[in-house]
């Protein structure tokens, strides 16, 4: 997603099911605050299907959708989030610890 819009188009889209990681970049429609939130799914998604859901629940928050990231999991799964106090949020973790990938994406705001 992209400028409020969901730019999927869900016939070419893969249905394959996965668990899935997005990053949504968004702002509040009415007091402008910028948010930067990750839905972080165990469950398994298509990638249409958690774009729509993710869209859905940002929109009823008066978020306005500025991008909405696919943050692909891989083979490996690391993920680690820290809290405003640089402390680890340990109910959010990847099957695997940061030290065990080849690879490492950090995202900070």
């Known amino acids: 997603a ?19 990681r997005l990053l949504a970049l968004v702002s ?7 948010r930067h939130i990750i839905f972080n799914m165990r469950k398994p998604h298509s990638l249409f299907d958690l774009t729509r859901k993710a869209f859905h629940v940002l929109k009823v928050r008066d978020l306005k959708i500025e991008a909405l990231l696919n943050l ?11 809290d405003e106090r640089r402390r680890v949020v340990s109910e959010v973790e990847g099957r695997l610890g940061p030290g065990q990938t080849t690879n490492l994406l950090v995202y900070q705001r």
């Open 72 to 82: 692909d999991t891989g083979g490996q799964d690391v993920i680690e989030l820290y």
């Open 2 to 20: 992209f400028g409020d819009e969901i730019l999927i188009d869900p016939s070419r889209a893969s249905g394959k099911l996965a668990e899935r």
């Open 28 to 34: 509040h429609q009415k007091t402008g605050e910028v």
